[in-house]
């Protein structure tokens, strides 16, 4: 029995509001169900796997309106991967990168790869963001568009610093939520798991044509590149609509049906104002909270898809946690490295922004009674 019982009218119909894993909506479950038989277990080299593989790359385009000659490219393993591969393939000398949370900080860290320059990394506390700048020698600009470890959100512009410097944007928890114009990146990459609802095991990247030209540069420069992570190798694969190794097929059958499905909701746009109605409902509580603040202090740097609210020392955080977990409501913790009194809390595009507000509601039974 839980602790606390909170009345089955107050909680949400679906109490999943995890960072990533997210949740994933039962349409796309009956979708695998539907079409996996048929797939999983056979060749990714044949047809009926190269026609998925092709039907997410065209629904990625159409749904983040990709102008002409950008690509939709794809590969083995998670955005860990993909920092590693832009160290190898994408980075021609020197990067700059802005580092406000744990991915940004990831990637700087790859960056630092010693057969590159050391990069210049622009970092901010907790909470807050930095800002790419233009300066010479620098050519890579990359940044975080949402940082899930702090609940912060950065633009996306374009840098315009040295002559065929690229702009690369860690979208990995902002792709399919937040609306972005593809000609202010060159390199747009994600995993799977966040807005897209599906489970990890691929990256996709949104690659301009002076990206796709800087990797065929650097492929053919001398450089020592594993297999594994050459971009080059993702590029030439993707145009045959395959990978270089096994892909994912349970994730790309998940995302198949959730990229449908925003794109016949209304396209990016929609699942914008979708996020952004969610976690408007979360800062507005907080704000109004006498116990509850938003962690980002900064209107402008918060998050539409991750929201962060931090709790005064009179409230036990991790409480509430544990009373919503108990009450089938799960993953409001925050960042483990983080270490805060606070809630963290995804509203991801495929959680329904009524759920939200019966969140609010659970959230506020339980404090009144452990508050």
């Not at 995302?255 to 794109?263: A, G, L, P, S």
Request: glycine share 8%; net charge negative.
């Amino acid at each position: 029995m839980p602790s606390l019982v909170i009345p089955a009218d107050l909680l949400p119909a679906d109490g999943r509001f995890g960072c990533g894993p997210s949740k994933v909506r039962p349409e796309q479950l009956a979708h695998l169900a539907e079409f996996g038989p048929a797939l999983l277990g056979t060749s990714h080299r044949q047809a009926p796997v190269k026609n998925l593989v092709g039907r997410v790359r065209r629904g990625l385009g159409e749904l983040f309106s990709l102008p002409e000659g950008y690509e939709v490219v794809l590969g083995n393993g998670g955005s860990t991967a993909f920092w590693d591969s832009a160290a190898v393939s994408l980075i021609e000398r020197r990067a700059q990168l802005a580092s406000f949370g744990e991915f940004g900080a990831k990637f700087a860290k790859a960056a630092g790869a010693p057969w590159l320059e050391a990069p210049e990394v622009r970092t901010a506390a907790p909470g807050t963001s930095a800002r790419a700048e233009a300066a010479a020698g620098f050519d890579v600009y990359a940044w975080p568009q949402n940082e899930t470890s702090t609940g912060v959100q950065a633009p996306v512009a374009r840098v315009a610093g040295d002559a065929g410097a690229l702009t690369v944007i860690d979208a990995t928890s902002a792709a399919g939520g937040t609306a972005v114009d593809a000609r202010e990146f060159d390199v747009y990459y994600f995993a799977p798991q966040k807005n897209f609802a599906a489970d990890g095991g691929l990256w996709f990247a949104l690659m301009s044509p002076a990206a796709i030209e800087r990797v065929e540069r650097v492929a053919a420069s001398g450089r020592y590149i594993p297999e594994f992570l050459s971009l080059k190798n993702a590029v030439d694969n993707s145009r045959l609509d395959q990978t270089l190794n096994t892909p994912a097929l349970a994730t790309l059958l998940l995302m198949e049906n959730q990229i449908d499905w925003i794109n016949a909701s209304g396209g990016l746009a929609w699942a914008d104002a979708r996020t952004r109605e969610s976690s408007g409902l979360l800062y507005e509580w907080a704000e109004a909270s006498s116990v509850a603040t938003p962690f980002v202090a900064d209107a402008a740097d918060r998050s539409q898809v991750v929201v962060t609210i931090d709790f005064d020392e009179s409230v036990d955080a991790s409480a509430i946690s544990k009373v919503l977990r108990e009450n089938g409501v799960v993953d409001t913790e925050p960042y483990r490295k983080l270490g805060r009194n606070q809630l963290r809390i995804a509203t991801f595009t495929a959680i329904e922004p009524d759920d939200v507000r019966k969140l609010l509601a659970s959230i506020d039974h339980v404090l009144e009674r452990i508050g």
